[in-house]
């Protein structure tokens, strides 16, 4: 009877695990230009690896809008932090963080 209940959660998680994967696989599609803050000035180490990634992404069409290097430097982060507080519930702006 225990192995009768295993095979029916089994198929129950198949099951469901079927339906969930085409909703889950539906990807982001960017409705206006991205914007991707960096809490440091232009030129830096940060910098510079936010401008490569807009490179690749721009090179390779990975994105259905361009991506925007935003440089917030000043109060060790603070003033990027407040920028994206006033975001809050954007999805179209990132941050990159100094820290690896």
Known sequence: MQTTWKR???KLAIGLAVVAVP????AFEPK????FVVMAGK?????????FMQSIISKNKLASQPVTPINKPGGSGAEALVY??????D??????SCSP
Do not use: L, S, Y
């Open 23 to 26: 909703f889950a696989a539906k």
């Open 32 to 35: 206006k230009p991205i914007e």
């Open 43 to 51: 030129c830096g180490g940060a910098d510079k690896a936010v401008r």
């Open 91 to 96: 999805d179209h702006t990132i941050i990159r």
């Open 84 to 89: 994206m507080k006033g975001k809050k519930g």
């Open 8 to 10: 029916a959660g089994a």
